[in-house]
């Protein structure tokens, strides 16, 4: 079946621009979370959906970064003011709700900043 | 402490060695675990789920120790395609159901 899709799969933006990534989890998957992973370094959690519930926003480094997940499914990573250190791969994971399900991830975005 | 803890390696290995990793977690509600795979600029993949009683897939052994707080990957006969670094996952029953990785071990299979 399909898995979790993302979108750009590369972007190379000015700073100071907006950017919007794109993730569409795999259908039925309730809990949706977004990380980053710079060159180099393990995988920093940003947020988690789940459901209707409000989101776990705990991760977001700066209120430069906002995301939504709009009906229960696609959700969208919005970063204003892009700084260089934004730079990273941004990766999007889609799981069953439950602490027993693994995460399936999707291939990420890699956003420059220059 | 980190919530979860991986020797970052490289372990650097030849064709045909067996080799281990281990994972240490600190919370003791930790409730499931898993091995991640991630190929160099590629997204994590499952390798594995680790069950309380052990598990085994061809090559790959995992194993927790919920007394000592650790699960272990073995990797029997490595390949070349088995460089790769591998990241241990712990879930924690109940709060928001957030998975908690470590940074990953780095493996490195020469001819």
């Known amino acids: 079946g399909a898995g979790v899709s993302q979108s750009p799969s590369n972007k190379v933006t000015e700073k100071g621009k907006d950017v919007e990534l794109r993730c569409d989890p795999i259908?039925?998957?309730?809990?949706l979370y977004w990380y980053r992973q710079s060159l180099g370094q393990g995988l920093e959690f940003l947020i988690y959906?789940?459901?209707?519930?409000?989101?776990?926003k705990s991760g977001l480094p700066s209120d430069r970064f906002s995301a939504e997940r709009t009906g229960g499914s696609v959700s969208t990573l919005t970063i204003q003011r892009t700084q260089q250190e934004d730079s990273a791969v941004y990766l999007c994971a889609s799981k069953q709700r439950g602490s027993s399900y693994e995460q399936y991830f999707g291939p990420g975005t890699r956003l420059t900043v220059t | 402490r980190k919530e979860v803890e991986q020797d970052p390696g490289p372990f650097n290995v030849p064709e045909g060695a067996t080799v281990a990793f281990n994972c240490t977690y600190s919370?003791?509600?930790?409730?499931?675990f898993f091995w991640y795979r991630q190929d160099c600029r590629k997204e994590p993949k499952l390798l594995m789920s680790v069950y309380s009683s052990g598990n085994e897939d061809g090559r790959f052994t995992a194993q927790l120790n919920r007394a000592s707080q650790y699960i272990s990957l073995l990797i029997r006969d490595s390949k070349l395609s088995d460089s790769a670094t591998y990241l241990c996952?712990?879930?924690?029953?109940?709060?928001?159901?957030?998975?908690?990785f470590g940074r990953g071990t780095s493996l490195i299979v020469h001819p």
């Open positions: 919370n003791s509600a930790s409730q499931s």
């Open positions: 996952v712990v879930n924690i029953a109940g709060g928001s159901y957030i998975p908690t």
């Open positions: 259908s039925g998957h309730t809990a």
């Open positions: 959906f789940q459901g209707n519930s409000a989101p776990d």
